[in-house]
Structures are given as C-alpha cells and as structure tokens.
C-alpha cells in the first residue's frame, strides 16, 4: 500500500469502489502518511455507518470535507 513515484511517497487504501490516496514528498515519514490516512478511513467510516462507498462519500460530502479539514487543521 506504498509506492514511490516521481519523487513523491503515495500511500493508498481501497474500500469497495473507492481508493484513498495520501501523498507526501520523498522525505517524509511513510509511517506518519499512514497514520493520516487510517486516520481518515477510519473517521469516514464512522461518520458514513461503516459503509465506505463512493455513492454514501458524495452523498456526505460536506461531512467528508470536515474530517479531512480536522485532520490536516493541526498540521
């Protein structure tokens, strides 16, 4: 779930028909991307009832764009 790739460090999760990308530059911490992205899986499938799915993440978008602006307000 990681790959390197024009000087950047990707790392990825699928969930049914949905892929979630973290992208960093080649030096940061593969473990920390990690993190942020389990951390955003995890929120979205809180706030989406365990359904994980690209039809229920359009649908909740405005709650989907919350998370992500709560993830990355702290840096």
């Given at each position: 779930?990681?790959?390197?790739?024009?000087?950047?460090?990707i790392?990825?999760?699928s969930s049914?028909d949905l892929?979630?990308?973290?992208?960093?530059s080649?030096?940061?911490n593969?473990?920390m991307?990690?993190s942020?992205?389990a951390c955003?899986?995890?929120?979205?499938?809180?706030?989406?009832?365990?359904?994980?799915?690209r039809r229920w993440?359009?649908?909740?978008?405005?709650?989907?764009?919350?998370v992500?602006?709560?993830?990355?307000?702290?840096?």
């Open positions: 779930e990681i790959a390197f790739w024009g000087g950047m460090t790392v990825y999760k049914i892929l979630l990308y973290v992208v960093g080649s030096s940061e593969e473990l991307l990690m942020v992205l955003l899986f995890d929120s979205l499938s809180h706030i989406l009832r365990k359904n994980v799915e993440l359009l649908e909740n978008m405005d709650g989907a764009f919350l992500l602006d709560e993830i990355v307000d702290g840096g």
